[in-house]
């Protein structure tokens, strides 16, 4: 898969253009490795405008190999072990797979395309999650998954970039063609003037508050017509998501939101009396083949598509950019040259 490229670039100034997740771990790792990096974003230090800030976080290349490529596997596990090295906060408490008996068969089916789990019967899930005891005969353990809070994790890189050496500038929106470093352009969606191909897949999710439920680790429940995923964050707060949609509009409709919160109720009826907090969507930054990409140009290299396994890639291909701007490594399955 690497192939050493006869051409090496040396040490050069770099300007990576977004500060979403893809944008950090590119202005991180190359920071760390010397370079003199300046992240910039167009909008504030919110993040509200990028798809990042509205994602779930899960680290868990083993539960998406069910819908996704071996590159995204592969990818994924590499990832982890950068996210532990450079963000060794990162909470890896594993992922948690649960189904009703009527949905056995998506239970098996889920068991049989992915691996890296235990089975755990229904005393052991109630010792993993309380919360959840007797509610489930069986569940799958993904014991070395992570989730991360996006909206912490974000700022917290961006220290990290800041402490490696690098400069962020929020409001700035600097043209690719006059910058005098080397641009890695991480825009997400708005890079569709680069790419056409690139489309928005939407997401939508509800976050709701409740003390009646504690939850250490994401909870997917699998099910024929609303599989979902219930992350848990600061304040007794619950990240219900999410709905995955050929869509580019923003906003929620009543049919997603009653999906949502009836998956919800029937992993916990507590749900039922949590407070919602917030009721949104984004759009995933997607290919045709739903695989990133990253694009060699001459003076601009484009990081994107990570569709909807940003958080889980983005160390990842990171490294990869850092490895053929330093010693010119080729990946054939993840780079192309324009
Ligand atoms: C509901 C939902 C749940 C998800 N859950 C997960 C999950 O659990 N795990 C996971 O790994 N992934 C998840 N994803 C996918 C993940 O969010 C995306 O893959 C990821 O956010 C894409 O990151 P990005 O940095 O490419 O784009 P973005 O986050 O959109 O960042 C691009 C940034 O570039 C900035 N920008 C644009 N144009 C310019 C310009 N001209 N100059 C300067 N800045 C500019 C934008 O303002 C933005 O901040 C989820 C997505 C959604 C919607």
């Given at each position: 898969m690497l192939q050493k490229a006869r051409e090496k670039r040396a040490t050069t100034p770099i300007a990576v253009i977004g500060a979403g997740i893809a944008g950090a771990w590119q202005a991180l790792l190359f920071a760390k490795a010397g370079h003199a990096v300046t992240l910039h974003e167009r909008g504030n230090d919110a993040m509200a405008s990028a798809t990042s800030y509205w994602a779930g976080g899960m680290l868990a290349p083993w539960c998406e190999a069910e819908v996704s490529e071996p590159l995204v596997t592969r990818l994924g596990l590499r990832s982890l072990a950068l996210w532990r090295e450079?963000?060794?906060?990162?909470?890896?408490n594993g992922s948690l797979v649960v189904a009703h008996p009527r949905d056995r068969s998506d239970f098996e089916r889920f068991a049989h395309m992915t691996s890296g789990h235990q089975r755990l019967q229904c005393d052991e899930v109630s010792k993993l999650?309380?919360?959840?005891?007797?509610?489930?005969r069986e569940a799958l353990f993904f014991p070395d998954e992570g989730h991360v809070e996006p909206r912490r994790v974000l700022p917290e890189l961006h220290a990290c970039i800041r402490a490696a050496g690098g400069q962020i500038q929020f409001g700035s929106a600097p043209e690719a063609s006059g910058i005098e470093a080397l641009a890695i352009d991480c825009r997400g969606l708005a890079a569709r003037d680069t790419f056409p191909d690139l489309r928005g897949v939407k997401g939508e999710e509800i976050i709701v508050e409740t003390d009646e439920i504690v939850l250490s680790r994401p909870v997917r429940l699998l099910h024929p017509r609303w599989p979902l995923y219930i992350i848990p964050r600061e304040g007794n707060r619950f990240m219900i998501g999410a709905t995955s949609i050929?869509?580019?509009?923003d906003g929620v409709s009543v049919r997603s939101a009653l999906e949502l919160l009836s998956a919800a109720y029937a992993v916990h009826p507590a749900f039922g009396e949590a407070r919602i907090v917030e009721i949104g969507s984004g759009l995933r930054p997607a290919f045709p083949d739903n695989l990133p990409r990253i694009a060699i140009g001459k003076e601009r290299i484009a990081v994107n598509g990570?569709?909807?396994?940003g958080f889980l890639l983005a160390p990842a291909l990171a490294e990869l950019t850092l490895g053929y701007v330093a010693r010119g490594e080729i990946d054939n399955e993840v780079m192309q040259c324009r």
């Open positions: 450079h963000a060794p906060d990162t909470p890896f999650e309380p919360s959840l005891d007797g509610r489930f050929e869509r580019e509009d990570l569709f909807r396994h």
